[in-house]
């Protein structure tokens, strides 16, 4: 299988590119580490995000919040 038939494939079964769907894991287990204390940018750092400001711009558009303001709102009062 060539690498366009399985990107067509996968975006046919799943509703979105490999490339997209990696990127939504990365920041699925980004915002798990974020609620269990880790740093943000060691967080980023060990999901593959090496640019914080990317990091940043894609975790607000996937979750609609900064990344500080979910450490922020998640901290006990």
């Known amino acids: 299988m060539s690498p366009a038939h399985f990107a ?30 880790t740093a943000i940018s060691e967080a980023a750092l060990m999901f593959g995000f090496s640019d914080q400001a990317h990091f940043s711009r894609a975790f607000t558009k996937k979750f609609g919040v900064t990344p500080g303001s979910l450490v922020r709102a998640s901290r006990p009062r």
Do not use: M
Request: hydrophobic letters at 45%; zero cysteines.
């Open 8 to 37: 067509r494939a996968f975006k046919q079964a799943t509703g979105v590119a490999p490339h997209q769907y990696l990127i939504s894991l990365r920041l699925d287990r980004t915002r798990a580490a974020l609620l269990q204390g």
